[in-house]
């Protein structure tokens, strides 16, 4: 049973714009786990893109999207969106979102190896 489902993904022209969104099935994962985006290029490593802590407390970006991704969540909806702006080629890849419990739950860690919980991935491609 899936517990994180990614939407949004798809062909998008450099200097673009695109929203992926993280729909979680459960209330309880929504509310106490930190929830991660990550990415992944073909013949590349599974790299962390942004996180928001437990709650919304906190979040944290990669150097690369920095000014150009915002992290947010609707309550109503118990879901995580990614707002994906100015996208280049380099942006290409498998989109993941993934959920990090105990511990890990009140850091914006960008480190896969702290998340328990992933989805099935999205697909972005930014190409001209």
Known sequence: QLQLV?????????????????????????????????RQAPGKEREGVSSMSLGGGSTNYADSVKGRFTISRDNAENTVYLQMNSLKPEDTA??????AGGSSSWSASLSPVNYD????GTQVTVSS
């Open 6 to 38: 990614e939407s949004g993904g798809g062909l998008v022209q450099p200097g673009g714009s695109l929203r992926l969104s993280c729909a979680t099935t459960s209330r309880f994962i929504f509310d106490q786990y930190a929830i991660g985006w990550f």
């Open 94 to 99: 498998v989109y993941y979102c993934a959920a």
């Open 117 to 120: 919980l992933w989805g099935q």
